[in-house]
């Protein structure tokens, strides 16, 4: 099973940015944060805790919703 994810990653170049659909509301985790922002996952989740990036927290992970980051990224 392992292996065959090393040869998916291999073929496709590794994973797609997928946002997950909540409500008609697109809801972006901490690991597809840093594929867009320039800034690493520790920062992203410094700035959800300091309240910079409104987020939401699910269980142990932090997602963000479109709009949130939209307002963020027009903040900067």
């Known amino acids: 099973m392992y292996?065959?994810?090393?040869?998916?990653r291999k073929i496709?170049?590794?994973l797609k940015i997928m946002p997950i659909k909540f409500?008609?509301?697109k809801?972006?985790?901490i690991r597809e944060l840093a594929k867009i922002?320039?800034?690493t996952p520790l920062t992203i989740r410094a700035y959800l805790r300091?309240?910079?990036?409104k987020g939401h927290?699910?269980?142990k992970n932090w997602y963000?919703?479109?709009g949130d980051l939209e307002v963020f990224l027009e903040g900067r």
């Open 27 to 29: 809801l972006y985790s």
């Open 57 to 59: 927290k699910i269980g």
């Open 64 to 66: 963000v919703i479109k």
């Open 50 to 53: 300091k309240g910079k990036i």
């Open 12 to 14: 496709t170049g590794g």
């Open 23 to 25: 409500d008609d509301k």
């Open 37 to 39: 922002l320039p800034i």
């Open 3 to 8: 292996y065959n994810v090393i040869i998916f």
